[in-house]
């Protein structure tokens, strides 16, 4: 028996954003802090750094962007509504960008900016 194409899901391939369900987040901003930063701050250290030195609300739901010196390594703070969450990134090969040169303000980024 013959199958119809009709009956066969759609072979559309879908978007970045429908397969994780990135859409979700794209109100959520990102801080990057525009000075070195010492990573081997854990939870209070960073939560106090985006409050008190980037006047910014964590419990909001932002994301913070914390790079060291060498830029091979970056931590982001988030409150998921839960807790404090830290991401860390260690790259191999190559280098974050030196936010510190371009300014001395923190930079508010998107989430593809990210």
């Known amino acids: 028996m013959a199958t119809d194409?009709?009956?066969?899901?759609?072979?559309?391939?879908?978007?970045?954003?429908?397969?994780?369900?990135?859409w979700q987040y794209a109100h959520i901003r990102v801080f990057a802090y525009a000075k070195l930063a010492d990573l081997r701050r854990s939870y209070d250290g960073l939560f106090?750094?985006?409050?008190?030195?980037?006047n910014q609300d964590v419990l909001a739901g932002d994301l913070f962007l914390f790079v060291n010196k060498r830029r091979n390594r970056a931590n982001v703070l988030l409150f998921d509504g839960t807790g404090l969450?830290?991401?860390?990134?260690?790259?191999?090969?190559?280098?974050?960008?030196?936010m510190w040169r371009r300014s001395s303000d923190d930079i508010e980024m998107t989430m593809s900016e990210l």
């Open 5 to 22: 194409s009709r009956d066969l899901p759609s072979a559309r391939p879908r978007s970045s954003c429908e397969r994780s369900g990135d």
């Open 48 to 54: 106090a750094i985006a409050t008190q030195q980037m």
């Open 85 to 98: 969450c830290i991401y860390i990134k260690r790259m191999d090969k190559g280098r974050f960008a030196a």
